[in-house]
């Protein structure tokens, strides 16, 4: 069973940076693609970037490029989240989800684990 668990979430500033990271385990991680997602009050959970199991492979939702870089390293078993230039429309429970198999995906379909979520704020 895979477990997944998100850490680096809080409140900053906007214009601030936070480094979101995801621990997993029972996986053989560096075979499959690792995804986040938001979801804010009220809305779906939505695509932020996901990467592909070597990590030469990203993508990203039109609304955090520039500012977001996903990134893996696969001798621990971890990925990573850097979050720059933070703006309110980013407060949101930030999920980590792990993909059924190599390729990076958009889609929320194409992952069969998640973690618990980790809530990041944006506010002055």
């Known amino acids: 069973q895979v477990q997944l668990v998100e850490s680096g979430g809080g409140l900053v500033q906007p214009g601030g940076s936070l480094r979101l990271s995801c621990a997993a385990s029972?996986?053989?991680?560096?075979?499959?693609?690792m995804g986040w997602f938001r979801q804010a009050p009220g809305k779906e959970r939505a695509f932020v970037a996901t990467?592909?199991?070597?990590?030469?492979?990203?993508y990203y939702a039109d609304s955090v490029k520039g500012r977001f870089t996903i990134s893996r390293d696969n001798a621990k078993n971890t990925v990573y989240l850097q979050m720059n230039n933070l703006k309110p429309e980013d407060t949101a429970v930030y999920y980590c989800?792990?993909?059924?198999?190599?390729?990076?995906?958009?889609?929320?379909?194409?992952?069969?684990?998640w973690g618990q979520g980790t809530q990041v704020s944006v506010s002055s």
């Open positions: 029972g996986s053989t991680f560096r075979t499959y693609a």
């Open positions: 989800a792990h993909a059924g198999d190599y390729s990076a995906s958009l889609s929320r379909d194409a992952y069969d684990y």
């Open positions: 990467i592909s199991g070597g990590g030469g492979t990203t």
